[in-house]
């Protein structure tokens, strides 16, 4: 007994890929959940219009930025600015001042303000005006310990793209990923593993076909069904949700034509470097979910996490795909807004395709 407990130790202890998933996944997830699971907000980019520029209003606006939450990424001078602004996908929230603030100030003891956040993400747009209003209110109450009668800012807000706020929103593009990334990439990543283990693999490797026609042969089928799968979501996503589709459905369906082809071939990569089914399904798991939930914007904004996984988060392909089906369903934009977020899937399709024939390539030398 002694001898056989021995053994099993030293044959876990030499298989690199089981000690990884035994030490490497808690220490990843406990990294993860520490970082990326926050409620607060640091360094928001918001813009400002500032109609009165008195020194009132700049003192509030120095209030605001001074705080530590919020970064300044414009400063508006026109009220049509504001929706360029938004579509631009930078700033979460303008700040307006009416005209003549302080002037109402001194003879009415009120003044107006108007707070507008982008409401695509409903748990950070209320956490946004929630940090902003309270700042006001701090400025408001130092203020009235000055000022008989007391002083008053009326503050009128708007909730973009989504003013009833419905957590609906947010959750359907984020699992429209998620279910598309999962689903697709693990649907592959055992295909040519399995291969392995029953021994079909070289029924393969003696027939004339080269190995990018092998790789893209096993892909072509899953295209289908997961294009497939993809429209089911969507028709769920508006029947049962009511979720909407305010830009061109045919650009959403090429867009998850193209998310599908690069999950797939990230699925075949993983394939190609299992030796089984089992490891090449605990190290999609691993790899994919995650990273998926976590560092892909989805339930938590990049924005607030620590520099070091906002780095890493940009190889992360959900996270381009979230903001280009946000930009579709739920702002209505055209291809000029996401072109980047769309190279950036093509770009890594081709290079998880191109690994994927190199890695190929080496096992059959073998």
Request: proline share 5%; charged share 15%; net charge positive.
């Amino acid at each position: 007994m002694k001898g056989f407990v021995l053994k099993e130790f030293l044959h876990i202890f030499r298989d690199r890929r089981t000690m990884l998933i035994l030490f490497g996944m808690p220490i990843v997830q406990v990294l993860l959940f520490g970082f990326a699971i926050t409620n607060e907000i640091n360094n928001a980019q918001i813009a400002i219009l500032d109609e009165s520029k008195d020194e009132m209003t700049l003192a509030i606006t120095d209030k605001i930025l001074s705080s530590g939450y919020f970064h300044l990424a414009s400063v508006l001078t026109d009220r049509n600015q504001i929706e360029p602004a938004f579509r631009e996908g930078v700033i979460k929230e303008v700040v307006i001042f009416e005209p003549n603030f302080s002037q109402r100030f001194g003879k009415e003891n009120q003044a107006h303000m108007q707070i507008i956040t982008d409401a695509s993400d409903p748990n950070t747009a209320n956490l946004l005006y929630n940090y902003t209003n309270a700042i006001i209110r701090d400025y408001t109450s130092k203020s009235t310990q000055l000022a008989t009668p007391p002083i008053q800012i009326g503050i009128e807000t708007t909730m973009q793209y989504n003013p009833e706020l419905k957590g609906v929103f947010m959750f359907v593009p984020g699992t429209i990923t998620i279910l598309l990334m999962l689903i697709s990439a693990m649907m592959t990543s055992i295909s040519i593993a399995r291969e392995k283990e029953l021994g079909t693999l070289e029924v393969l490797l003696v027939s004339p076909l080269k190995p990018w026609q092998i790789i893209i042969g096993k892909v072509i089928p899953y295209i289908l069904l997961s294009f497939i799968n993809a429209v089911i979501i969507l028709v769920l996503a508006y029947s049962v949700f009511a979720m909407p589709v305010r830009g061109s459905l045919v650009l959403l369906l090429l867009e998850s034509i193209l998310f599908i082809v690069m999950a797939l071939s990230l699925g075949i990569f993983i394939s190609t470097v299992s030796k089984t089914q089992q490891q090449a399904m605990m190290l999609s798991m691993f790899v994919l979910m995650l990273p998926t939930i976590l560092l892909s914007g989805f339930i938590f904004p990049i924005e607030n996490m620590p520099l070091p996984l906002q780095i890493i988060s940009n190889i992360n392909p959900s996270r381009w795909f979230i903001i280009i089906i946000k930009n579709i369903m739920l702002k209505g934009l055209g291809f000029g807004y996401f072109w980047k977020e769309t190279l950036i899937l093509v770009a890594m399709a081709l290079f998880f395709v191109a690994m994927s024939v190199k890695k190929f390539n080496i096992r059959l030398s073998k």
